[in-house]
């Protein structure tokens, strides 16, 4: 199919601004030379971005910045709330130079690693970015370089500085390729000087999540926390699952985190891939009880990075995602570097309309239930007997109040056929939430009786197009609203 082609086909379902709460599944892109002006970024807006990613891994600050200013623009200009997700690079491992920049190998071969940055590249000294390599690694570890596509065995370590690797299989191995350790217990800290560096830059920016790499137990988002919680930063953190290890830990990881992030790129590479799909479902499932968002990344559609349209596969890979219950889905290169960022979204859309059409009977079994040992137990009660009420009576949304997002984050979890609606009069919260499946924000400050609050949200979803006159909606709150209690009330609303 030639991009004319694509175009037309879609032309029909290109929205001008999406509003109309067609698609619940959020949609989030990753920003970069592709897409990084104004105007590209607001074209990926109207095709249904809803949160955007920043890779710290490439880029300066200051290209960044640029980035965040034009989304800022963007939001007032056009009354939207799109998110910013800062992802951090993590302690990436990588070889270093290699000499002529390709070495090939064959089965049988033995390289050497050291700890030298200078090292020559060759066979029998081989440089990577990993200085207690040696003294983590043991005999008979599989080590994995370039996305997999090499795999060596530890046939010695001298507990100090050098490491021989066994190739067991032909390949050819280049410069600053990666490198992952799916059987090491690597020691090293999530975050690296790198990260912290750049972590000092996000904290002055309107950032609402920042995403780190490489967690393998819930400690490893203490210290983030810590920081942000010190700057008084109201970014939450997203643990990005990468590792075997946090999939181990997976649901104390989840309790620890705002969000995670299903990152199945090093996660395919460091698991047997057979059970790749079936751990992203447990994971997304697991953050459905949890009421914390999901998202599902890497090579959704990744053949458009080139390509003006989808594989079959990849249009099956995002539908799955979809009716496994995931807050959003997103994209990497294809909008970073891509050829087609517009378009890629747009199919990205359809896709997910057209899932979402079958996703209620698929999801009625994995809601979530209140806790009744939970310190929450009543809010949460309340928040799904909203949901249900909505469903017996079909109301047409459900309204909340909130400047936690506690609200937001609980009725999107037991996934609603009614539409959701949360007002809240923190605007770094409403962007924040945009990523939760299904919430649909506004800016509210007028928080004055519970009468008049419920009739102000309802006049605004009157006037804006989203209800009609003698629609039904649930409005849940807090009661009075001047104390900012928990959820503790459910009303229902004929809209006049």
Known sequence: MTLAEATILLE????????????????????????????????LVKAGVDVFRLNFSHGDHADHLAVIEHIQSINHQYNTHIGVLADLQG????????????LPLVMGDIITIVNDPLAEGTMDRIYMSYDQFAED????????????????????????????LKCLHDGVLSSNKGVNLPDTNVK???????????????????VNWIALSFVRRPEDLHDLKEI????????KVMAKIEKPEAVKHIREIIKA???????????????PIEKLPTTQKEIVGLCMQYARPVIVATQMMDSMITNPSPTRAEVTDVANAVLDGADAVMLS??????????????????IIAEAEKQYWPQIESKRPRAVDKSKLFHSDVVCFNACRVAEEINAKGIIGMTTSGYTAFKVSSFRPNA?????????????????????????????????????DCTNILKDGGFVEIGDTVINTGAMPLHRRYRTNMLKVTEVE
Not at 91 to 102: E, F, H, S, T, Y
Not at 195 to 206: A, N, S, V, Y
């Open 333 to 350: 290169g294809e909008t970073s570097v891509g050829k087609y960022p517009e378009l890629v979204v747009r199919y990205m859309g359809k």
């Open 12 to 43: 029909k379902n290109k929205p001008a601004m999406r509003k109309d709460g067609s698609q619940n599944t959020k949609i989030v892109a990753t920003v970069g030379p592709a897409c990084n002006s104004y105007d590209k970024l607001l074209e």
């Open 257 to 271: 985190a705002n969000g995670i992030m299903v990152a199945r790129g090093d996660l395919g590479v460091e698991m």
């Open 228 to 235: 942000i919680e010190a700057r008084r930063h109201p970014a």
């Open 419 to 455: 539409r959701i609606f949360i007002f809240s009069d923190h605007l770094n919260m409403l962007n924040t939430m945009n990523l939760i499946w299904g919430v649909q924000c506004f800016y509210y400050d007028r928080f004055t009786s519970t009468d008049e609050t419920i009739q």
């Open 188 to 206: 090293l800290p999530s975050m690296t000087q790198k990260d912290r560096e750049d972590l000092d830059f996000i904290l002055t920016q309107p």
């Open 137 to 164: 690694c043991e005999v008979g570890e599989r080590i994995l370089m370039d996305d997999g596509k090499l795999v060596f065995e530890v046939v010695f370590t001298d507990k100090k500085s050098t490491v021989k």
């Open 91 to 102: 302690p990436k491992l990588r070889v270093g130079k290699i000499k002529d920049n390709a």
